[in-house]
């Protein structure tokens, strides 16, 4: 067979490759646009994504097959020693039943939801009264805390040892990573217009107001309080989904894998690398780190003889040297955040001179609404 | 531990993620030195110190202080000390695989060796000592120097305010960079105790950050002497109750000691919102320290 073009860079599998840049991208597309929804408009520094994250994938990886069981009449203990068993049974079943696995996609990640969304209404406590650094000391000890809760109270995924779930896109066929990459990928189009809209509405005004100056905002009549609640309820239910879509992707959930380096750091690394507050921004930091992860992984067993240490060791050094680089030379990021944008004096002028062809807006609220530019 | 993230917090007003690749540098230099020189950890408790402080003055130097010029919020100093620890992850990382497979040291990511290495006094090990010893004469000379020299009115001038203290003829670079360099000392030498009753592995530092961070908090953030404090209260209560849960209500609860000093945590902050350097406590500690 012909070696595929660039097989020269190390890659031997283009379509292998491409297909896991997709989905981590994706993946990490939303978890960072969440982050940069609390961090970036809210101004809330959560230091434990990985929190919301590993709730979402353990709790929906052990409600999915608990489900999948009930619905095939498979009895046993599904998160016991036997699990994987049950596992591989379930997905043969599912295998011709679309509608059962459809089902269950959609209970996998309601679950995820409803899981992060409680973890982030837990959180708001804490969030709203405890200073930035006292609230990262707590955040990053809780999601340490849940992990080894995780690892230690069998109900849930078993243990340490982890449960594998069913593939619920087994009647795909050999197309089944396929179909979970674009699921993912689908949920980050929608995150991503969502976090857009939502940039450009007067909420999003408002929380860069918030962020800016709480108290001016506070006196405006904007209920700070409630704002923060809302904005860290919606992004822990991103961030839950985007764990129950990791457990679909990958079939299994285990606590080793919810660390704070891949699940905490790396999102902070993409928002801080692409631009805070910047959406556009944070797609194109996801796109080179994700890039530059899946390419190391692709490549690194070139490395690998040569060296004798494990090579992802060397991806802590690169990318944490990395952000600190970016944080030191360019800390606004690759597309810094833009002032909002508002209408002209010129338009504004003409709608006050003819008030009744109203296009786009009332003028008065648009020019009010200018943003300072950070 | 707890002593050393305090001072570098009343120093730099930031709470330093990277304290636990501290303490593992510490860990690692008694590590690497008994097993590949034979030097006894006690022996080369002045190594670590001295390792643990150039690290601290390092990423003081190269990090903190560069970013702190640029007026870099809170949050991107709190982000740039968690990418520094996530380096020292990986340099540790490289380091232990390096002792595993170059040097064949195959107790590289536990360390059973130095467990060993302790001597024994009436059948306990000599770290139960050696540790309580240390601290109080941490505390001992820290309570001196900062009360009784010039450098120690120096150092807490610099804290209260640091721009009148310079108008005042103080180089505050000297001291923001001397004590990181204890701190990190301090660190490195609570690590090698550490392993020399606990063992270790490569990211102890990451699980050791909670319990530093809970005795900070009790102990106030602000005052050494709380730290002091608050390390006894955490650690105490992690080997109390696992220790009393274990037996009355079942070997399950060993398990969740990470737990304990999040607990501790949350409870003090919850008691004393905006953590305890909140006013009543500081009229708690300085009416004992008068």
Same mark, same amino acid.
């Given at each position: 067979?012909?070696?595929?073009?660039l097989?020269?860079l190390?890659?031997?599998?283009?379509?292998?490759?491409?297909?896991g840049?997709?989905?981590?991208?994706a993946?990490?597309?939303?978890?960072?646009?969440s982050?940069?929804?609390?961090?970036?408009?809210?101004?809330?520094p959560?230091?434990?994504k990985?929190?919301?994250?590993?709730?979402?994938?353990?709790?929906?990886?052990?409600?999915?097959?608990?489900?999948?069981?009930?619905?095939?009449?498979?009895?046993?203990?599904?998160?016991?020693?036997?699990?994987?068993?049950?596992a591989?049974?379930?997905?043969?079943?599912?295998q011709?039943?679309?509608p059962?696995?459809?089902?269950?996609?959609?209970?996998?990640?309601?679950i995820?939801?409803?899981?992060?969304?409680?973890?982030?209404?837990?959180?708001?406590?804490?969030?709203?009264?405890?200073?930035?650094?006292y609230?990262?000391?707590l955040?990053?000890?809780?999601?340490?805390?849940?992990?080894?809760?995780?690892?230690?109270?069998?109900?849930?995924?078993?243990?340490t040892?982890g449960?594998?779930?069913?593939?619920?896109?087994?009647?795909?066929?050999?197309?089944?990573?396929?179909?979970a990459?674009?699921?993912?990928a689908?949920?980050?189009?929608?995150?991503?217009?969502?976090?857009?809209?939502?940039?450009?509405?007067?909420?999003?005004?408002?929380?860069?107001?918030l962020?800016?100056?709480?108290?001016?905002?506070?006196?405006l009549?904007?209920?700070?309080?409630?704002?923060?609640?809302?904005?860290?309820?919606?992004?822990?239910?991103?961030t839950?989904?985007?764990?129950?879509?990791?457990?679909?992707?990958?079939?299994?959930?285990?606590p080793?894998?919810?660390?704070r380096?891949?699940?905490t750091?790396?999102?902070?690394?993409?928002?801080?690398?692409?631009?805070?507050?910047?959406?556009?921004?944070?797609?194109?930091?996801?796109?080179?780190?994700?890039?530059?992860l899946?390419?190391?992984?692709?490549t690194?067993?070139?490395l690998?003889?040569?060296?004798?240490?494990?090579?992802?060791?060397?991806?802590?050094?690169?990318?944490?040297?990395?952000?600190?680089?970016v944080?030191l030379?360019?800390?606004?990021?690759?597309?810094?955040?833009?002032?909002?944008?508002?209408?002209?004096?010129?338009?504004?002028?003409?709608?006050?001179?003819?008030?009744?062809?109203?296009?786009?807006?009332?003028?008065?609220?648009?020019?009010r609404?200018?943003?300072?530019?950070? | 531990?707890?002593?050393?993230?305090?001072?570098?917090?009343?120093?730099?007003?930031?709470?330093?993620?990277?304290?636990?690749?501290?303490?593992?540098?510490?860990?690692?230099?008694?590590f690497?030195?008994l097993?590949?020189n034979?030097?006894?950890?006690?022996?080369?408790?002045?190594?670590?110190?001295?390792?643990?402080?150039?690290?601290?003055?390092g990423?003081?130097?190269?990090?903190?202080?560069?970013?702190?010029?640029?007026?870099?919020?809170?949050?991107?100093?709190m982000?740039?000390?968690?990418?520094?620890?996530?380096?020292?992850v990986?340099?540790?990382?490289?380091?232990?695989?390096?002792l595993?497979?170059?040097?064949?040291?195959?107790?590289?990511?536990?360390?059973?060796?130095?467990?060993?290495?302790?001597?024994?006094?009436?059948?306990?090990? $000599?770290? *139960?000592?050696?540790?309580?010893?240390a &601290?109080?004469? @941490?505390?001992?000379?820290? +309570? /001196?120097?900062?009360?009784? !020299?010039?450098?120690g009115?120096?150092?807490?001038?610099?804290?209260?305010?640091?721009?009148?203290?310079?108008?005042?003829?103080?180089?505050?670079?000297?001291?923001?960079?001397?004590?990181?360099?204890?701190?990190?000392?301090?660190a490195?030498?609570?690590?090698?105790?550490?392993?020399?009753?606990?063992?270790?592995?490569?990211?102890?530092?990451?699980?050791l950050?909670?319990?530093?961070?809970?005795?900070?908090?009790?102990?106030?953030?602000?005052?050494?002497y709380?730290?002091?404090?608050? $390390?006894? *209260?955490?650690?105490?209560?992690e080997? &109390?109750v696992? @220790?009393l849960?274990?037996? +009355? /209500?079942?070997?399950?609860? !060993?398990?969740?000691?990470?737990?304990?000093?999040?607990?501790?945590?949350?409870?003090?902050?919850?008691?004393?919102?905006?953590?305890?350097?909140?006013?009543?406590?500081?009229?708690?500690?300085?009416?004992?320290?008068?």
């Amino acid at each position: 067979m012909m070696l595929p073009p660039l097989a020269i860079l190390g890659i031997t599998s283009w379509s292998t490759f491409l297909s896991g840049l997709l989905a981590f991208f994706a993946l990490y597309l939303i978890i960072s646009i969440s982050l940069n929804i609390e961090m970036g408009y809210a101004g809330i520094p959560n230091f434990g994504k990985v929190l919301y994250f590993m709730g979402g994938a353990a709790f929906s990886g052990s409600v999915a097959i608990r489900a999948a069981a009930w619905i095939m009449h498979v009895p046993g203990n599904v998160v016991g020693l036997d699990n994987f068993l049950i596992a591989d049974k379930l997905t043969s079943m599912l295998q011709s039943d679309v509608p059962a696995s459809v089902a269950l996609i959609a209970i996998t990640m309601a679950i995820g939801g409803l899981v992060g969304g409680i973890l982030g209404y837990v959180s708001i406590f804490p969030a709203i009264r405890l200073r930035e650094d006292y609230l990262a000391m707590l955040l990053l000890g809780s999601a340490a805390f849940f992990q080894i809760f995780l690892g230690n109270y069998n109900p849930v995924i078993n243990g340490t040892l982890g449960i594998g779930i069913p593939n619920f896109f087994a009647w795909a066929g050999p197309y089944s990573t396929v179909g979970a990459t674009l699921l993912i990928a689908a949920f980050a189009v929608v995150v991503y217009v969502y976090a857009e809209r939502m940039v450009r509405s007067p909420l999003g005004r408002t929380l860069r107001a918030l962020r800016d100056n709480e108290a001016a905002a506070e006196a405006l009549g904007k209920d700070t309080v409630a704002i923060r609640r809302n904005v860290l309820i919606i992004a822990s239910i991103i961030t839950g989904v985007a764990g129950a879509l990791y457990t679909i992707y990958t079939g299994d959930t285990n606590p080793a894998i919810y660390d704070r380096v891949t699940w905490t750091f790396w999102p902070w690394l993409i928002v801080i690398l692409g631009g805070v507050a910047s959406n556009s921004g944070v797609a194109v930091g996801t796109f080179v780190f994700v890039f530059l992860l899946q390419y190391i992984d692709a490549t690194k067993f070139l490395l690998q003889n040569a060296l004798p240490f494990d090579v992802t060791w060397l991806e802590y050094l690169l990318f944490g040297s990395l952000l600190i680089v970016v944080l030191l030379l360019r800390p606004q990021g690759i597309l810094p955040e833009k002032p909002s944008h508002t209408l002209s004096r010129s338009e504004i002028s003409k709608m006050i001179e003819h008030p009744d062809d109203k296009k786009e807006g009332t003028p008065g609220e648009a020019a009010r609404e200018d943003a300072p530019a950070r | 531990m707890s002593v050393s993230l305090t001072l570098t917090y009343i120093t730099t007003k930031v709470p330093n993620f990277a304290q636990g690749a501290l303490v593992t540098a510490g860990l690692y230099t008694g590590f690497a030195l008994l097993s590949i020189n034979k030097i006894n950890p006690y022996e080369s408790l002045p190594f670590s110190f001295l390792v643990g402080g150039f690290i601290a003055i390092g990423v003081y130097l190269l990090v903190l202080r560069p970013l702190s010029r640029r007026g870099a919020p809170i949050i991107s100093l709190m982000i740039a000390t968690l990418a520094v620890d996530i380096v020292f992850v990986g340099i540790f990382g490289i380091y232990s695989d390096y002792l595993y497979q170059v040097k064949e040291v195959y107790d590289a990511k536990l360390f059973y060796a130095l467990t060993g290495a302790d001597f024994t006094l009436f059948g306990v090990n $000599g770290v *139960v000592y050696a540790a309580p010893t240390a &601290l109080a004469l @941490t505390t001992i000379i820290l +309570y /001196v120097v900062l009360t009784r !020299t010039r450098f120690g009115l120096a150092m807490r001038a610099t804290v209260e305010n640091s721009n009148l203290a310079k108008v005042v003829g103080i180089n505050t670079e000297v001291v923001y960079v001397t004590s990181w360099f204890i701190a990190g000392g301090v660190a490195a030498i609570a690590g090698v105790f550490y392993s020399l009753w606990l063992g270790g592995e490569p990211d102890i530092g990451s699980i050791l950050l909670i319990s530093m961070f809970a005795g900070s908090i009790l102990g106030g953030l602000k005052s050494i002497y709380g730290a002091v404090f608050g $390390g006894l *209260v955490v650690g105490g209560s992690e080997i &109390l109750v696992t @220790t009393l849960g274990a037996q +009355y /209500v079942g070997s399950w609860v !060993t398990a969740y000691e990470p737990g304990i000093p999040l607990l501790v945590m949350v409870i003090t902050l919850l008691v004393l919102p905006g953590g305890i350097t909140s006013l009543d406590w500081r009229r708690l500690t300085s009416r004992g320290k008068r």
